[in-house]
């Protein structure tokens, strides 16, 4: 199997990154236009929470985000407004493609903001399928900090990685001490255990390199 390696980068947290400061009105989606918006599309750097701030009483509104997961499968939520506060999605989202509105009371000045977090969520990456057919296999996993202040946990699943009927048992990496769950330092280790995905879940600000080599000691 050939190595995979993916670069998992973090942008700093930005309030407005989907919706600049906007009036909510019943049955008008909001303008994603916000700094990671393109084409009417917000795609952020990885998956991760989306927040809606509003320094005034919009608890009348319901809100109904819609974008991709990190697998690319559609997903949405309801979202109710709130009282000069910020509430935060459930999910984690790596687009938004559209914020319905659904409101009670008409709003003049009212506004509210949509972005990614002032506290940065965890992203869970997509779960990477390795080759359960490999004899006597040996994985060996890189995952390098290239910048900024990454948090990052290594997981595996012996679940199929493409059911999406299903949410799969991700277990931690076997590493000894527990050395990729919440690290933050770069390191390397290698295991002998079955896994037949696995996947990187992080939080913080800046980039992560992870490398996957996969051989056999036949």
């Known amino acids: 199997m050939r190595p995979i390696q993916k670069t998992i980068s973090f942008a ?3 309030p407005n990154s989907v919706v600049t400061a906007e009036t909510p009105v019943d049955g008008v989606d909001l303008t994603i236009a916000g700094a990671f918006a393109s084409g009417g599309v917000a795609t952020f750097p990885e ?8 320094a005034d009483d919009i608890s009348d ?9 990190a697998q690319g499968l559609t997903i ?8 000069n506060d910020t509430v935060q999605t459930v999910q984690l989202f790596k687009t938004v493609t559209s914020i319905a509105v659904a409101t009670v009371t008409t709003y003049t000045t009212e506004t509210v903001e949509v972005g990614n977090p002032d506290t940065p969520s965890f992203g869970t990456g997509a779960w990477w399928p390795l080759d359960i057919y490999t004899p006597n296999q040996v994985t060996t996993i890189s995952c390098n900090e290239l910048s900024g202040a990454v948090t990052y946990s290594v997981q595996y699943t012996n679940e199929d990685p493409f059911d999406t009927s299903i949410t799969q048992l991700a277990v931690a990496h076997p590493a000894a001490a527990g050395a990729f769950t919440g690290a933050t330092t770069s390191q390397t280790h290698s295991t002998t255990t079955l896994m037949r995905a696995v996947r990187i879940v992080t939080s913080g600000t800046g980039s992560l390199r992870t490398t996957v080599v996969q051989q056999s000691t036949a």
């Open 76 to 83: 949405f939520e309801d979202v109710t407004g709130v009282n």
């Open 61 to 69: 509104v319901t809100f109904t985000i819609t974008g991709t997961d």
């Open 47 to 54: 998956p991760t929470k989306v927040d809606f701030t509003s």
């Open 12 to 14: 700093a947290a930005d």
